[in-house]
């Protein structure tokens, strides 16, 4: 058990070491999803003027990105992206983990009571993406879309125009346009709702995709088309980024636009006019993403391991807690007492939510509330391990009463105190009892790191998508990411299996040595 507490110990203090207060450098820090070409994407190398982003070793770029240089440029200040989840963007920069938005995001009044908007640098046009060979293709009308399955980004104004179409299968609204581009080629939706430049790039890219034609769109105001930057209420350079934004003018704007469609990345094209097959398009993305696909297989591994042991530690620790005799003297049973309660709340808070929300509430609700900033991997870590503790407090209390209770009793006359009982007599069984439950919560944690992607961990399911979002081929790369979850889990599993094997090989000797005895 010692070795325990010294392992619990460091990592308290390397967690520790994450923390800082937020404050402002020499990093202009913009947060946008890179997922939303022409505005932003992802791209593999800083190829016409793109940006690093944060924490990773690829690149953001689009018109979002080349108005963001602009205004760090006016600054004096290096620009770096933080890629963020849409539904991330506004408790990102309201808990200071960013600086401003740049996302093709419309300063709507919901929107104004929570952060601070500049004058708009671009305004376009609502239209509906279809694909080229569906009926809908030549639509002209509103009202040919009578009966089609349509849907619109989560959380944007384009939800409600669904509403003008009479007769419309109304869809419930996706996360992110790379979902919408999924659902879309693979059938799921007849069509979604989206500005008229991401309309170009998705059919630009996609030759399967393309813009209705309509004559008689959608009735809105300017005020929603209005793209603008995001910032923090009373933030003091608001009236320095509208300074900038001044600056260029409407045939600027356009230019600029007109050129960055140009940089997007295309989706490859098979040579010698050949189609390749499902398994060739796979393996093509694994070789030319294989270092995205490793680094945030990586850290999904690391995140997953250690998130695994330290929650097993916590278990053990409260397992041995919970389990200690009822003090005799009155103050100390009333803490022993207070401080069970707590671990009870503990547990029962962080088994009945979501690690997605609770992910959602530690990142940026520390940051917000205390204004301290966690570093993104070791805030993942520590949201994995308390989430894992919780499962195998329980988990280490059933081992701990599936014990024989002649055992106990054959302790106590032999003069062992408590911990000498848990730490020479009952913990190793413990450990061997629980080990199948450890080994499922480790497989559950692989899996489970995807949510952390809402705080930008650049884990596995992260790199994955933002690879989906380069080559549009949506089915064959998230098939390529579940064959990776597939083998980790599968070759973990077999691990543990043979490790369980080993240990029953071993004979165990239940009754106490005499070295245990002269020691109790």
Do not use: C
């Not at 230019?255 to 006019?273: E, I, W």
């Not at 207070?338 to 979501?354: A, D, K």
């Not at 629980?434 to 480790?442: K, S, Y």
């Amino acid at each position: 058990m010692k070795k325990i507490y010294l392992y619990l110990a460091a990592t308290l203090m390397l967690f520790l070491s994450g923390f800082s207060t937020v404050k402002a450098d020499q990093y202009l820090r913009v947060g946008m999803e890179a997922a939303y070409a022409p505005f932003n994407w992802t791209q593999d190398n800083d190829q016409n003027g793109a940006v690093r982003i944060e924490g990773t070793k690829t690149y953001a770029n689009g018109y979002d990105v080349q108005i963001a240089k602009k205004i760090a440029k006016s600054m004096d200040k290096d620009l770096i992206v933080v890629k963020t989840s849409w539904t991330g963007l506004i408790p990102a920069l309201t808990s200071g983990k960013i600086d401003m938005i740049a996302a093709g995001m419309s300063p709507t009044p919901e929107r104004r009571k929570e952060i601070s908007f500049s004058d708009s640098y671009y305004t376009s046009e609502p239209v509906l993406v279809v694909r080229k060979d569906s009926r809908f293709a030549k639509a002209h009308t509103l009202t040919e879309f009578s009966g089609a399955k349509v849907t619109a980004q989560q959380g944007v104004w384009h939800v409600k125009l669904i509403d003008q179409i009479k007769g419309v299968k109304k869809q419930t609204p996706m996360g992110d346009f790379s979902q919408m581009r999924q659902a879309l080629s693979s059938g799921v939706i007849d069509a979604y709702i989206s500005e008229q430049p991401e309309g170009l790039t998705a059919e630009n890219a996609n030759p399967a995709f393309k813009i209705a034609p309509l004559q008689q769109g959608f009735t809105f105001s300017k005020t929603d088309t209005a793209i603008s930057v995001g910032m923090k209420k009373d933030d003091p350079r608001l009236m320095q980024v509208n300074q900038v934004l001044a600056k260029l003018s409407e045939h600027d704007r356009q230019k600029l636009m007109r050129k960055v469609v140009t940089y997007q990345p295309t989706l490859a094209k098979a040579k010698n006019g050949e189609k390749p097959s499902f398994f060739q398009q796979m393996w093509t993305i694994l070789l030319t993403n294989w270092h995205q696909f490793l680094r945030g297989t990586g850290l999904t591994l690391l995140i997953s391991m250690v998130g695994t042991v330290i929650g097993l530690m916590i278990g053990l620790l409260i397992g041995v807690y919970r389990t200690a005799p009822k003090a005799k003297h009155k103050t100390t049973a009333f803490f022993q007492k207070l401080f069970g309660s707590l671990l009870t709340i503990y547990i029962e808070v962080f088994r009945g939510t979501p690690m997605i929300v609770q992910s959602m509430v530690i990142y940026y609700g520390t940051a917000q509330a205390f204004g301290v900033s966690l570093d993104r991997t070791l805030a993942a870590i520590f949201i994995v391990s308390i989430n894992t503790g919780a499962y195998m407090s329980e988990i280490v209390r059933g081992g701990i009463f599936a014990v024989d209770a002649g055992q106990f009793e054959a302790a106590t006359a032999l003069g062992f105190n408590h911990r000498q009982t848990m730490r020479k007599i009952i913990l190793p069984q413990v450990v061997r009892n629980i080990l199948p439950a450890t080994g499922n919560e480790f497989v559950i944690n692989i899996k489970d790191t995807s949510v952390l992607n809402v705080i930008s961990v650049v884990e596995l399911y992260f790199s994955g998508n933002t690879v989906a979002t380069q080559n549009y081929q949506y089915f064959q790369t998230f098939m390529l990411i579940a064959v990776i979850y597939f083998i980790l889990t599968f070759t973990v599993t077999r691990i543990l299996r043979y490790v369980e094997r080993r240990l029953d090989d071993e004979s165990y000797t239940r009754v106490a040595s005499p070295a245990l005895v002269e020691e109790a």
